[in-house]
């Protein structure tokens, strides 16, 4: 018994799941091998300390952490909810501001003080405008839920109002400035006040009086985000503005993982970044904050540190990469934990901002696929996104074939492969995968499964292999249904796995050879692929002689025909 | 009723509305929750927020839980992926601190508190985190190769083989560092 399996009869029986025929096997032995009985007694002695670590206790500040962020994720559930009802509130709030267009990029805008009344009649809230006629104001059911979205907009509103304090020279929003604001008088300054906003009704009176309305407004989050000179300067694009006035945002900023997102450093400059800005006044973009998976991708320090890189943040505001945002799959992918460790990697912000990677992002295909584990975790490795940097595997990418490839669960199990992966490293295989013929083999389910094989990516780490993989003759055999029906068998496979056939690759001859419809048909016949399981014929293809005779077009006609196959086979 | 079953009727409880149901669930497993992001992490602090984190993602995202399966394995692998990415993102590693417990309340229950206990967690927090994940729920949260395999997402076998490789592992940074189990 060797020491490796000593160790692991050893762990099993420790684990209670050694077999009556192994704990005897481990028994004997132990009964005659001093060294043996030395393993026993330490690893009996690991198991002893392990399992004297014990559990530690959680701080007691843990529970009631998570009630508050429970209650937290709840309220900002409840507010999102009845806004997004309805008739669009963007068409009622038409926030303290001109239309965004109207306003130049130059123009310091002025702040006009808001004031609100409740109807009865109505049980409606207007906030307006003072002194304005007619009002701008906005209208709000005043049922509970209502009244959580009423605080929401307020909210809003004094974020929108203290970024154009901020912009008018007024005093900088700070820690003191917003921590000090009570729960009945937040809105003290000079321009807005408890006055200003004129809510009669007892019930909303008594709402801004609770802990959650103190707690949105003391948010440091929302403090964060509010003192940031980024923010602040953003206020001033109409990009930010027409995105503060549309819904998704504003129901986005009442998540807790989306204000603490944008309170980020990185997002602060992200704000201050036309390309973001831009991206937040898109549609898809901001329809997508309001889904979890977004929020999760934008609460994700990854996603907040790609943002700084600006290629990333121009790739965000590519068309093809919002109308991706669209897509749920796409989503949910960006959400995922290989993809945020993706984000974080310049080559695949980069590879972002390449064209021919947002053309294929536009592709359902390959959004599909970013929801797909296999590939996804493919995203996570280094030498994928190294090749995304490829623009080999970028023209790929983007090519039809490849993304009906990307679909297909063998190919993406072949992605996921270390030996896939590190083949994406390599020229060779770069320059295959770029190819028209390699990429419409990528449509054969012969082909993809083929690669899905274990023997196909080990041949993968074969530099021969990989040079086939490039060589024209080699990309013309893979257009061959016969071909590719002889690289899924197993008998090729394991021909693929071996070494002298890899070699034989190498040679010109051979590929040829391969390229050649007769030889193809003698690859598709039984007789050939059995002659092929055997290891002396394989073997032989390494010899220079046997290729060049491959070469020849008797021969290989000769191959074509069913009795030289069969004569093969016998002669195995 | 099982415990699964029950969990998962605290699950569908929840869906119909009713809040007391998920804190039911918090009850239940923030202890094993918090000690898997801890063992993983390595910091007290970290392992808090991924403990929060998972709660409120599964809490969030409860609809898509799938019946059939184990509500503690669906959040605990929340769990540890959340914790996994702290780690990944923590560079370089912070220095894990052991000692952060040891002002807890209850520091005679650290593993600290031996010096066998201390060799040990030094020992753990070199593993890979993968390894470190199989020993965890090995040896300390005491589940089966079937359960661990469930937690972690890889077959049984895998979990047979990482483990052995962790134990070799540990085994050779404990010889390295001068301590003979």
Known sequence: ?????????????????????????????????????????????????????????????????????????????????????????????????????????????????????????????????????????????????????????????????????????????????????????????????????????????????????????????????????????????????????????????????VRMALANDSFHEAWANDAFQDAMANDAFVNALGRPATRVTMSDRAFQDALANDAFAKALASDAFQQAWANEAFQDAMANDAVAKAWANDAFANAMANDAFQKALSDKAVQNALANDAFVNALGHQNTRVAMTDKAFLDALANDAFQNALADKAFQNAL????????????????????DAFQNALASDAFRNAMASDAFQNALANDAFRDAMANDAFRNALANDAFRDALASDAFANAMANDAFQNALANDAFRDAIANDAFQKALASDAFANAMANDAFVNAWANDAFSDAMAQASVRDALANGAMARTMENYR | ????????????????????????????????????????????????????????????????????????????????????????????????????????????????????????????????????????????????????????????????????????RLRTVLLEKGFVP
């Open chain 1, 416 to 435: 996921a492969s270390d030996a896939f992966q590190n083949a994406f490293t390599n020229d060779a295989f770069q320059k295959a995968l770029a190819a």
């Open chain 1, 1 to 257: 018994m060797n020491r490796e399996r000593l160790e692991a009869l050893l762990w099993e029986r420790i684990d209670g799941v050694i077999t009556d025929a192994d704990r005897t096997e481990l028994e004997a032995h132990l009964a005659e091998n001093h060294e043996a009985r030395e393993l026993e007694k330490e690893l009996a002695l690991l198991a002893g300390r392990l399992a004297e670590v014990v559990e530690v206790d959680p701080p007691e500040e843990l529970r009631p952490r998570i009630d508050r962020a429970l209650e937290a994720h709840r309220l900002s559930t409840e507010t999102t909810e009845p806004i997004s009802r309805g008739a669009s509130p963007s068409k009622r709030i038409q926030a303290p501001f001109r239309p965004p267009s109207k306003i130049r990029r130059d123009e310091k805008p002025t702040f006009r003080p808001l004031s609100g009344n409740w109807s009865s009649e109505t049980n409606v809230i207007t906030i307006e405008e003072s002194g304005k006629s007619p009002p701008r104001g906005f209208a709000m059911a005043t049922n509970k839920t209502g009244i959580i979205g009423a605080f929401v907009a307020v909210a809003v509103i004094g974020i929108v109002a203290i970024g154009y304090l901020s912009l008018n020279k007024a005093p900088t929003i700070g820690e003191d400035a917003v921590g000090a604001v009570g729960a009945a008088d937040r809105y003290r300054s000079e321009q807005i006040t408890t006055e200003d906003v004129q809510i009669e009704q007892v019930e909303l009176q008594a709402f801004l009086q609770t802990d959650e309305f103190d707690q949105l407004i003391n948010d440091p989050e929302t403090r964060k985000l509010l003192a940031s000179e980024a923010m602040q300067e953003a206020m001033a694009n109409d990009a930010v503005r027409m995105a503060l006035a549309n819904d998704a945002v504003r129901n986005a900023l009442a998540n807790d993982a």
């Open chain 2, 1 to 168: 009723m099982t415990r699964d079953e029950h969990d998962t009727m605290l699950v569908q409880a929840c869906l119909q509305g009713d809040r007391s149901a998920f804190d039911e669930l918090v009850d239940r497993y923030q202890r094993a929750l918090y000690n898997a992001a801890y063992r993983i992490t390595g910091s007290v602090d970290d392992a808090m927020d991924v403990t929060q984190s998972a709660f409120v993602a599964a809490y969030e995202k409860l609809h898509t839980f799938d019946p059939s399966r184990r509500f503690f394995s669906w959040i605990y692998r929340i769990t540890c992926n959340r914790a996994l990415k702290v780690v990944e993102q923590r560079r370089p590693l912070a220095a894990i601190d052991a000692e952060a417990h040891s002002t807890q309340s209850n520091p005679e229950v650290v593993y600290g508190a031996t010096e066998s206990g201390e060799f040990l967690e030094r020992a753990l927090r070199e593993l890979s985190p993968d390894q470190r994940i199989v020993i965890v729920l090995k040896h300390i949260l005491g589940f089966s190769y079937h359960e661990i395999g469930e937690l972690v997402g890889v077959p049984e076998k895998t979990v047979k083989s990482r483990l052995f490789t962790a134990r070799r």
